[in-house]
């Protein structure tokens, strides 16, 4: 670590930003001076451990065992290998960090640790895992709105942006972020990016620090980034839609067999135990106020638990392998998903759902090609198509009927999640929508 520390001072660093995730999805962080990276490394940064029961709002709920009081320590400490130092922000590096006891033992609150814990658990069944995210986020000048010039998709509304887009795709090269695509969306002043796949750790850390290089270089063209769930009540809000596949020996199991389009018996069961916890998976994914009220029908949210081949309007859309494509590009994207998730928690209750429906050797029922939004609820009923979490108590519900998803987090960070749950929960109690989601649009 010195010597990394020395390297970075003499290109002109002086700082490095140890960044982490919290129960909300909001990125927090420290910062140290560049020549203390080797203690940190060693010894980390002290953080409260109260950080893992503030909800949306900064508000902090104390309740949960090991949480009842302001006193303690938390050691946050850099993952050495992934520091990077920030193109768009010259003078600092950029590291995600692990939460630790103070005396170096694991924190049982600590996020990224659960999804470490599930990545061993793949690889003790032989299994590994890609992961890729799809993120939405709308940008706005400083001093109001963008203004929209051109459909939705268009080169035109890309062009209103020009600079930023360059400079976005510039510093995400430089800080080893891979991207497929960067392209005006449906909502006004819109935009998406997708990040390439990545085994799973990686994929959650550089959705943060693409997080971070976006909100750079929209700073630096007079610009901010939003990445809420919804931005107007009116129109379709971000989703942060996850794209997941699972292998054995390098094979991809959603492709090369001969079952549903192409997929092996394990990669059917992998996509049924998705299906199976949807509810309580989704209470994990989009688990905030702002993301209950994105999900609804109709407007691209995918607001009914079911799957579907290519079917956009599917929670959990099937993309098979292609000619063009290849086998290795088979996934299913996970669409009730978006920015007020932390990424280690989704990832991690997202494997262990899908390890289980292979485990038990599921086999999901047909895919649905149609939108379920329009039909009865009779119709829906007989198909057994049911919406995903609409309320507070529907979300409290599917967790707590959740034998797997409460073991996945351990009941200590379970009962943080759940209590900081419940306190964006009362904060939102009569107030209005746009109230609700004027609070959300800088959080993340």
């Known amino acids: 670590m010195q010597k990394t520390a020395e390297r970075l ?20 962080s420290r910062t140290i001076p560049i020549e203390q990276l080797p203690q940190a490394a060693e010894r980390g940064v002290g953080v409260s451990p109260l950080f893992a029961i503030f909800d949306t709002h900064d508000g902090i709920t104390y309740g949960p065992p090991g949480l009842t009081t302001p006193s303690g320590d938390v050691r946050l400490v850099p993952v050495a290998d992934r520091i990077v130092r920030l193109a768009g922000q010259p003078a600092f590096a950029w590291a995600p960090g692990r939460q630790m006891n103070a005396d170096g033992s694991p924190w049982p609150y600590d996020q990224r640790s659960v999804l470490e814990r599930q990545v061993e658990a793949a690889a003790r069944a032989g299994l590994e895992f890609r992961a890729g995210y799809e993120m939405e986020f709308r940008l706005s000048r400083l001093d109001g709105p963008l203004p929209v010039v051109g459909p939705s998709y268009s080169p035109r509304l890309l062009l209103e942006v020009d ?130 009220l994105r999900l609804r029908p109709g407007f691209f949210s995918s607001a009914y638990a079911f799957w579907g081949v290519e079917n956009r309007e599917a929670a959990l859309r ?99 999640f759940t209590v900081v749950r419940a306190a964006d929960q009362a904060w939102a109690e009569g107030r209005p929508d746009d109230e609700i989601i004027a609070a959300h649009l800088w959080r993340y």
């Open 318 to 416: 099937f993309v098979p392998a292609t000619p063009l494509l290849g086998a290795a590009h088979a996934n299913v994207e996970l669409k009730p998903s978006d920015a007020s998730a932390n990424p280690y928690l989704s990832l991690a209750v997202v494997i262990a759902s899908g390890l289980a429906g292979i485990a038990d050797g599921l086999v999901p029922p047909p895919p649905l090609q149609e939108d379920p939004g329009p039909w009865t609820d009779e119709r829906r009923a007989a198909a057994g198509i049911h919406r995903l979490p609409a309320t507070f108590e529907d979300q409290r519900t599917a967790l707590l009927s959740s034998d797997r998803v409460r073991a996945v987090l351990g009941e200590e960070l379970f009962g943080a």
């Open 163 to 292: 600079e930023f887009a360059a400079r976005l795709m510039g510093d995400l090269r430089a800080n080893g972020v891979e991207i497929g695509q960067l392209h005006a969306e449906y909502g006004p002043a819109q935009f998406e990016l997708n990040i390439a796949p990545a085994d799973p750790l990686t994929a959650a850390d550089r959705q943060l620090l693409t997080r971070q290089t976006i909100h750079a270089a929209a700073r630096a063209h007079g610009l901010r980034a939003c990445f809420a769930p919804l931005t107007d009540g009116a129109r379709v809000g971000n989703g942060w839609h996850l794209h997941t596949s699972v292998a054995r020996d390098g094979v991809n199991l959603l492709s090369g067999g001969d079952g549903v389009h192409g997929m092996t018996p394990d990669g059917a069961a992998y996509l049924a135990g998705l299906l199976r916890d949807l509810p309580s998976i989704t209470a994990i994914t989009a688990p905030s106020v702002a993301s209950l």
């Open 9 to 28: 001072a003499e290109d002109g660093v002086v700082g490095l930003i140890v960044v982490w995730a919290d129960n909300n999805g909001i990125p927090r």
